[in-house]
């Protein structure tokens, strides 16, 4: 019986091209099962040792994060959100329980973890608050290791657990059994116990690429192999020629006698003779010797081999595919920059941009932030910073809030400056959105501008910078003319063409 080809080519089971390929078909879960954590692992190793897997997640962590993913409150009343941003500026640096970084610091944290573990965990924990926070409110980030992923059974009461994960009925996420300590710490040797935690206690943020999967994968996932193996082969290109390089040159006997004379001077240097295994002697060579050879001696200076011919072109081949699976441009991620001109490297920049916008709004925000601020507002009712009576009838407008990411460099600021100058002017966007693209509030700008123009009012002093004394003004709209008002005239009225 004549076996049916696939009319697609990646379907089809003849051919030797795909004779062999029998990929699996376990489901997100099964395979972050049997994986994730050997992935884990190998990717903390590679970017512990490898300076390109490094360079990989400070590239992506200094690029979604740099210095906040701040948020802008979008209260209707000007007062509560004047309130608001105050309360989150004074709690921000009390927000880590560790009390090493601030909630800005602990963002760049998730997101690294994120990259390296392929998911970030953190732990909200409420506290006293005879404890002496602005609000009695605080985040623990902890790895993924403390959420086992091999855990996953029925429960009583229709509830499953999954990869650590408890899940309802409807599958909802309804808690999170968490190890009290990190499975690869146990200096006290304190007891080790996996704890029920609340799914409203807990922050987990991972990039979701198949529906239904509960648990992140590392980034480097796909590339470990290759940096492992990239990395062996560059240690040995240097081994090689670290090994070349030790021998200088060879001092060859014109005759055929090779042993050791009785008496052991160099007539070279005049020093003691020192030989080697093989009965030769052995002369040292310092920068700058200038060494006449005595009679019936000759030099042959040695001539290792150098790099293989293909070795960088080989090496950026590789680099580029690594860094493509992890999203981030060869150039930006290895710094290598030559024949790129200007306009390619807009595209190339712009392009990462967008890659790190979609990570940023599509998992992180949504993800991390979203979770966090809700908690926040919550406990600023709840501890009474705010009106309970107001929160409950408004508990909406409270969790409305606007998060923005830390603006992108101009990349030709004269340029870029006249462009946004010129949409604003022609009404294609609003000035607003040219400060939020900066990652500044503009509410903030507005009043900082009042207060200078008030000061140089008061100074005496004229500005270009003040708007109300520019020159570089707009085109004044043309006044009507009677005959503009009158429409019997014909004039008035717009040609069709």
């Not at 963002?107 to 392929?118: H, T, V």
């Not at 996420?173 to 029920?196: K, S």
Request: with cysteine; aromatic share 8%.
């Amino acid at each position: 019986m004549q076996a049916l080809s696939s009319p697609y080519e990646g379907g089809s089971a003849t051919g030797h091209r795909s004779r062999n390929w029998n990929p699996s078909a376990a489901g997100p879960n099964s395979a972050a099962t049997s994986s994730l954590t050997t992935i884990r692992r190998r990717a903390r190793d590679a970017v512990r040792n490898d300076p390109w897997a490094k360079a990989a997640v400070e590239r992506w962590v200094s690029n979604a994060i740099g210095t906040g993913i701040q948020p802008y409150p979008r209260h209707p009343d000007p007062s509560m959100r004047r309130l608001l941003k105050e309360l989150w500026a004074d709690w921000s640096p009390e927000a880590d329980a560790d009390d090493r970084l601030d909630v800005y610091g602990l963002q760049s944290l998730a997101a690294r973890a994120m990259f390296i573990d392929g998911e970030a965990l953190s732990r909200l924990r409420q506290r006293r608050v005879e404890d002496g926070l602005v609000v009695p409110l605080q985040v623990q980030a902890i790895e993924g290791d403390h959420l086992p992923v091999e855990v996953t059974m029925p429960l009583a009461g229709r509830n499953e657990l999954v990869n650590g994960v408890e899940f309802d009925s409807i599958g909802r996420r309804v808690a999170y059994h968490l190890w009290n300590r990190h499975p690869g710490d146990n200096a006290t040797g304190a007891l080790r116990e996996l704890r029920r935690v609340p799914a409203t206690e807990v922050v987990h943020a991972f990039s979701m690429l198949r529906p239904g999967q509960v648990r992140g994968v590392s980034e480097l996932a796909t590339v470990l192999l290759r940096l492992r193996t990239l990395d062996s082969f560059d240690d040995a290109v240097a081994f090689r020629q670290e090994v070349s390089n030790l021998f200088a040159g060879f001092l060859v006997a014109k005759g055929s006698d090779m042993s050791q004379p009785d008496d052991p001077v160099n007539p070279m240097t005049g020093v003691d003779e020192v030989y080697g295994d093989d009965g030769a002697p052995l002369v040292g060579l310092e920068p700058g010797t200038m060494q006449a050879v005595p009679e019936g001696w000759d030099v042959k200076f040695a001539t290792p081999p150098g790099a293989p011919d293909a070795y960088g072109e080989f090496m950026r081949q590789q680099l580029m595919a690594a860094f493509a699976s992890v999203g981030i441009p060869y150039e930006l991620g290895s710094g290598d920059l030559r024949g790129v001109n200007d306009r390619t490297l807009r595209v190339i920049v712009n392009e990462f941009h967008r890659t790190i916008e979609r990570f940023q709004w599509g998992f992180f925000i949504h993800q991390w932030c979203r979770p966090l601020w809700n908690a926040w507002v919550d406990m600023l009712a709840l501890s009474g910073v705010i009106p309970m009576d107001s929160y409950i009838r408004d508990r909406r407008l409270f969790r409305r809030v606007l998060w923005v990411p830390q603006g992108w460099q101009y990349f030709n600021p004269v340029q870029d400056v006249k462009a946004n100058t010129d949409a604003v002017r022609a009404g294609f966007i609003s000035r607003q959105q040219i400060v939020l693209a900066q990652g500044v509030d503009p509410e903030e700008v507005a009043e900082q501008i009042r207060e200078d123009n008030d000061q140089a009012d008061r100074d005496g002093l004229t500005l270009d910078s003040d708007s109300r004394h520019a020159r570089n003004k707009g085109a004044e709209p043309a006044a009507p003319s009677e005959r503009d008002d009158d429409p019997s005239d014909p004039a008035a009225v717009p040609s069709p063409r």
